[in-house]
Structures are given as structure tokens and as C-alpha cells.
């Protein structure tokens, strides 16, 4: 089993920054692809970035291009999404995820494990 752990969130003004964190621990060893998925009040979970377990090759969603920044540290076992220029359409709840398989991948069906979710709220 893995366990996935986000922290990170809280309240921020438009145009303000935040970087979350996701600590993996358990069975890791497998490797594979981690991403950050955003679920928004009333919406459907929505993909935000991936990275590959080596932290070499990254995907992102058009909506977060040129503003977020997905990484990974080996040694930490751990996942990062520096996120800039935040804007109110950004508040969502965030979440970390698995995927065994090592491929970029977008679809929330093809990761294996889940975080809890850490809250993002931007205020205008």
C-alpha cells in the first residue's frame, strides 16, 4: 500500500503564491507517475499536472501553464506544486495522486492512489 499525505493549502489573495507538498510513503519503491488533481464546489475533479517518479518530464493543464510548477525530490519521496500568480477560479481542493504506471497521464481513472486533499482558497 501507499499513503499519500498533501499540506500545503490555505488562504491567499489573488495574484499570491502557495506551494503544496505530497509526502508518499509505503510500497514507493514500484515508482511511476504522480500528478495533483483540483476539485472545485459543485465540479468534477479536474487534472492539474503530472511528473514522472524521476521528476524528468512534466504535464500540465492549458489553465495552469506558465503558472505552476510541478516537482519531485527523490530523497524526500515527496511531490511539490508551486503555484503563482493564483487567481479565484484557482480555489479547489488539491490532490495528490499515484499512478504505477510510468506515463503522463491526465485521466484521474489511471492513478492508483489518492491523498486526502489540502484546501486552496483565492480570494479576489
Known amino acids: 500500500q501507499v499513503q499519500l499525505v498533501e499540506s500545503g493549502g490555505g488562504l491567499v489573495q489573488a495574484g499570491g503564491s502557495l506551494r503544496l507538498s505530497c509526502a508518499a510513503s509505503g510500497r514507493t519503491s514500484g515508482g511511476g507517475t504522480m500528478g495533483w488533481f483540483r476539485q472545485a464546489p459543485g465540479k468534477e475533479r479536474e487534472f492539474v499536472a503530472a511528473?514522472?517518479?524521476?521528476?524528468?518530464?512534466?504535464y500540465y493543464a492549458d489553465s495552469v501553464k506558465d503558472r505552476f510548477t510541478i516537482s519531485r525530490n527523490n530523497a524526500k519521496n515527496t511531490m511539490y506544486l508551486q503555484m503563482n500568480s493564483l487567481k479565484p477560479e484557482d480555489t479547489a481542493v488539491y490532490y495528490c495522486?499515484?499512478?504505477?504506471?510510468?506515463?503522463?497521464?491526465?485521466?484521474?481513472?489511471?492513478?492508483?492512489?489518492w491523498g486526502q486533499g489540502t484546501q486552496v482558497t483565492v480570494s479576489s
Open positions: 495522486a499515484l499512478r504505477r504506471t510510468d506515463g503522463l497521464a491526465a485521466e484521474a481513472v489511471r492513478y492508483d492512489y
Open positions: 511528473v514522472r517518479w524521476s521528476g524528468v518530464g512534466t
